[in-house]
């Protein structure tokens, strides 16, 4: 008895004592149903794949157009959908336990964790506004205070639930929870980070993982004999090898158009005059035509000396090798996750595809590529930012810089000692 108590109150479980998930139900409209009844599940499958992929990119498509605005709160949608995807496997596997506030909790650090990340891309790249606004200028200034009370008090809330026998189970979700805002949260914060960079990095990342998945796909579909990983039977070889070098092409042609028009390549910037965000500027080197070298091995098979691309093209080239090489793991660990669960999708939002995560698995892993490559190799000292910084500081701090600036650049030779007076 003794012993059953204390492993009540472990709450030890292994893999095979985890609930069964009820499968999801088929959302396949009833008219996509009619008109492909005669067809095998194969050929059915693909065909639902390809007209709602098609559907998707359309939609896609639009938004682009309306402007950035909008891509950022589609980024927005799709997080909190994935987030809702992934904790609700965890409600349904342990909806037996009952656990008191679980769903209330999560939902609350959701909030905590946008409200700080938010707040923080206002405070960085609406500067200019915010002082305009007396009553945002309290909550950016004491921004980071106010999001860790928020945190603080959904800790003690969660810490105020515990239930004598479920701690570990508790905390397990306690876990959870937080590893699914670490996936979710910050890696669509990076997104947007990156839409602000020009919504070039933002495109070309996410259509050549979109790329990607749909050219595996086909070459694995009609050409796939050798599998890849077990924990994505249905991956093979001829599908990895074939996404990737349709993938890298992809990228390459695709960014050659981008890189010719401003609205693609100039970074964000929201106007407080106009209330807009803007996308006007001076093209910056990488998207400025130049011509380069053919190496001597490909001069006797192009028959080119010389050829005239943008810079940028090469860098989409490490891009689309990442979304194809190393992506897919997004997709494999995916994968693994479900089959841990022994769920076929994370939901079944999208008829043929499965939940929204099982659509933006690998982007978010490609999301933190791009950031850390942006930094790394791509952004330099940006004067609009820190001017938009230096506008918030009081009157005798602006005075402060510039007379430090001032002296510097007299030093330096820069500026003549007679304008010291």
């Known amino acids: 008895a003794d012993l059953e108590e204390r492993l009540g109150e472990l709450d030890l479980r292994s893999d095979s004592d985890v609930p069964d998930v009820p499968p999801p139900t088929d959302s396949t409209p009833e008219i996509l ?41 589609l980024v927005l949608s799709i997080q909190v959908k994935c987030y809702h995807e992934i904790i609700t496997i965890g409600y349904r596997v342990y909806h037996s336990y009952d656990l008191p506030w679980f769903r209330s909790l999560s939902w609350y650090f959701l909030l905590c964790v ?39 008090t959904g800790f003690c809330m969660f810490v105020l639930s515990l239930v004598k026998k479920h701690y570990r189970l508790q905390f397990y979700m306690f876990a959870w929870t937080h590893v699914t805002l670490l996936i979710t949260v910050t890696q669509s914060h990076l997104v947007i980070q990156n839409l602000f960079e020009g919504m070039i990095w933002f495109l070309v990342p996410i259509s050549s993982v979109i790329c990607n998945d749909i050219t595996a796909y086909i070459f694995g579909f009609f ?23 349709s993938t890298v092409v992809f990228g390459f042609i695709f960014s050659y158009f981008l890189a010719q028009h401003q609205y693609f390549v100039c970074p964000v910037e929201y106007n407080s005059e106009t209330n807009r965000f803007v996308t006007e500027c001076e ?8 011509k380069y070298s053919v190496p001597p091995l490909l001069q006797a098979v192009l028959g080119w000396e ?6 940028f093209q090469m860098h989409s080239i490490a891009l689309s090798t990442f979304a194809s090489l190393i992506g897919p793991f997004g997709g494999f660990f995916a994968s693994g ?30 999301a933190t590529f791009v950031h850390v490559y942006i930094t790394s190799f791509i952004r330099g000292p940006n004067p609009s930012k820190l ?35």
């Open 33 to 73: 149903k009619r008109a492909l009844s005669g067809l095998s599940a194969r050929w059915k499958n693909w065909w639902i794949r390809g007209i709602l992929t098609l559907a998707m990119i359309s939609v896609f498509f639009l938004i682009i157009y309306l402007g950035s605005f909008m891509l950022m709160l």
């Open 387 to 421: 001017l938009k910084q230096l506008l918030i500081l009081q009157p005798e701090q602006q005075l402060s810089v510039y007379k430090t600036l001032k002296s510097y650049l007299i030093e330096k030779g820069i500026l003549q000692p007679s304008l010291r007076g």
């Open 223 to 245: 050409f796939g004999r050798t599998p890849l990983i077990k924990l994505s039977p249905k991956k093979t070889w001829e599908g990895f090898i074939g996404g990737f070098f």
């Open 337 to 366: 996750f479900k089959r841990a669960f022994k769920i076929k999708d994370f939901a079944d939002t999208i008829p043929g595809h499965g939940g929204i995560m099982d659509r933006f698995d690998c982007q978010y892993l490609m």
């Open 114 to 152: 946008n409200y700080f990340f938010y707040g923080e891309t206002v405070a960085d790249y609406f500067a200019t506004f915010v002082q305009r606004r007396e009553q945002l200028q309290f909550l950016i200034r004491y921004h980071r205070f106010i999001s860790f009370a928020l945190y603080l």
């Open 306 to 311: 010389t050829v005239n691309m943008y810079p």
């Open 283 to 290: 093209p910056s080197e990488l998207f400025q035509m130049k």
